[in-house]
């Protein structure tokens, strides 16, 4: 029987474990880290709930020690695409029926299992399949997938609070129904919890999905469904269909049922699938809505009263972390002239001091590019910077594949501030600076808001507040996740909902109501208790 008016309290955050040097934690997670690094584990496809395994595979690697393999993982060819839509679509008469409440309840225990029993699997498994930190792991795969799904089942319990006002011999509600169809989710490499988030936000809502990760972080992934499942999820709800991108897209995004696209990944392949689906509008049962996080080009504007200390560790952090392959990671810097000698000296020392190395690894502060490809990409933007006469390597402009994927952190002072390092996402440990006259401050700001086109993360930094209040209001457009005096990375669920605009995508907030409310197609209901028995008006009357 459902007769209460349920309410679901915002969490707290998880709390960010320290892994101190004998922790329990710690040796939790090492011998975690000990086991998965020793065996190999087959992935299948998970179709309906049920394991296929298509024969055809391919090898998940460390990419900091690409000789180890961790997984082989079977690959979809379009028949099991095929299945997986019918799957969904099955599952969804259910799924998209149950009261809401149960649907939060399996992700609440989901939340809990990864807090609990599944802490360290989730957390090695990022390590190692994506070459994490432990601490980079922890923000990412244990906590900020908690987060997500927590605040999730929160703000679906305020929407379904959302109702329309009744008037006189009328009753009016609002059914907030599960999207006629699938959703297609498509989830990028970098972090563990996009993945677990582009499915079980859409799922919270009363919808079913196809999901396709990406194939180099088919590992955490993999266990991220294995949690779910054990958590309550019926089969079909989520179909786990790893494979090639343009194979599974092309057959997904075909299909009359397709309702909405939950998209993080690069702005090429979001304006690809945009495109197809315009092309395919008219085939469609309803229009696909569609959500898309993209790339980032994030800047760092120093206004002169900025503090360099301040400034030097913050770019560090915020543009190498994760090898900066973080859609919000800075990659290009802005510096008035007074304050580079200053800021540069403390830049170079501390890229210079980074240690790099295997995850297992606790002092390394940096590990490896993800892979072979984005170390081409990185290395090649890397090796322009020292061909030209209009920039100069200040630190780092060193790599190495021979083990794993390695880059120094490295720093490009140009003196071109259209640069092609200043323009182009990267996905990469390399932050370009330009230097700035003093005087020229709003010709700088002016720079920044233009030169590329991404509107991600920016960060501000100085101690006049009545100038980064200007900075602030000029910088309007340029970021949907904006900093005073911090780094432009490390948003928080439920703390600083997430997303850009302009080509950084469609800033549906990840985390928030905001995304929840695209999983929804609300339905009015209106009842009249008494009719009228004329159909003429009181107007018409002599
Ligand atoms: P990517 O675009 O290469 O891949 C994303 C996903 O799309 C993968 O699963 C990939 O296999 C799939 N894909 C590729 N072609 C496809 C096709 N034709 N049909 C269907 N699926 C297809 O991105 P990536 O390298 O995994 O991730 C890095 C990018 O993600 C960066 O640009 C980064 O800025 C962005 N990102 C953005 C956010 C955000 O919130 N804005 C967060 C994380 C990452």
Same mark, same amino acid.
């Given at each position: 029987?459902?007769? @209460? ?15 101190? =040097? ?73 799924? %998209? ?67 329309? =006002? ?26 563990? %919890? ?53 194979? #599974? ?93 200053? #800021? ?14 295997? &995850? ?24 322009? @910077? ?48 330009? &230097? ?22 920016? @960060? ?69 208790? &008494? ?12």
């Amino acid at each position: 029987m459902n007769n @209460a008016v349920y309410n679901f309290q915002l969490p707290e955050n998880e709390r960010i474990y320290d892994y101190l =040097k004998g922790s329990a934690e710690r040796v939790a997670l090492d011998n975690e880290l000990k086991r998965q690094a020793t065996e190999e584990v087959e992935i299948p496809l998970i179709i309906n709930g049920k394991e296929i395994y298509t024969g055809v595979t391919q090898n998940v690697v460390m990419p900091h020690n690409h000789s180890v393999v961790l997984a082989k993982y079977h690959m979809a060819t379009e028949k099991e695409v095929k299945l997986a839509i019918d799957s969904a679509m099955n599952a969804h008469k259910v799924w %998209s029926n149950l009261a809401w409440t149960v649907r939060a309840s399996i992700l609440l225990k989901a939340a809990e299992l990864m807090a609990t029993k599944y802490r360290a699997l989730l957390s090695a498994s990022t390590m190692l399949g994506q070459s994490k930190n432990i601490f980079q792991s922890e923000i990412d795969a244990v906590c900020e997938t908690i987060d997500f799904l927590k605040y999730n089942a929160s703000f679906a319990s305020r929407i379904y609070q959302i109702q329309p =006002k009744s008037a006189f011999s009328q009753l009016n509600r609002m059914e907030f129904r599960a999207l006629e169809g699938f959703v297609f989710a498509v989830s990028p490499f970098n972090f563990t %919890s996009i993945a677990s988030n582009l499915n079980m936000a859409p799922v919270m809502m009363g919808n079913t999905t196809v999901w396709k990760p990406a194939t180099t972080a088919i590992l955490s992934n993999y266990y991220l469904m294995k949690i779910f499942m054990e958590a309550g999820l019926p089969a079909g709800v989520i179909n786990f269909v790893p494979g090639s991108g343009p194979v #599974i897209g092309n057959e997904v995004l075909q299909s009359k049922d397709l309702a909405g696209i939950h998209f993080t990944g690069s702005n090429g392949t979001f304006n690809h699938l945009w495109g197809t689906v315009s092309q395919n509008l008219p085939n469609y049962k309803s229009y696909p809505r569609l959500v898309g996080e993209t790339g980032g080009k994030d800047f760092i504007f120093v206004h002169p009263s900025a503090d360099a200390y301040e400034v030097a560790v913050n770019a560090v952090r915020g543009s190498f972390e994760y090898q900066g392959q973080k859609c919000s990671a800075s990659s290009r810097m802005y510096v008035p002239k007074s304050l580079w000698p200053s #800021i540069k000296k403390l830049l170079v020392e501390m890229a210079e001091d980074i240690k790099m190395g295997d &995850v297992m690894d606790h002092k390394n502060f940096m590990n490896a590019v993800i892979d072979n490809k984005s170390y081409t990409n990185i290395v090649s933007y890397i090796d322009y @910077a020292k061909s030209s006469s209009e920039a100069n390597i200040i630190a780092g402009g060193t790599y190495d594949d021979s083990v794993g994927y390695f880059i120094r952190p490295t720093i490009i002072e140009t003196t071109n501030p259209r640069f092609k390092s200043m323009e182009e996402e990267i996905f990469g440990p390399v932050l370009t600076v330009f &230097v700035y006259e003093d005087k020229d401050l709003d010709r700088a700001i002016e720079l920044c808001d233009t030169t590329s086109p991404y509107g991600l993360t920016g @960060a501000i930094f100085g101690k006049d507040r009545v100038a980064l209040a200007s900075l602030c209001d000029k910088f309007r457009y340029a970021a949907g996740n904006f900093y005073f005096n911090d780094k432009p990375t490390g948003a928080i669920v439920g703390l600083q909902p997430f997303g850009g605009s302009r080509a950084s995508g469609t800033n549906d907030k990840a985390g928030g109501e905001f995304n929840l409310v695209r999983w929804v197609s609300p339905r009015t209901i209106k009842e009249t208790f &008494v009719s009228p028995t004329d159909y003429r008006y009181p107007y018409m009357m002599e």
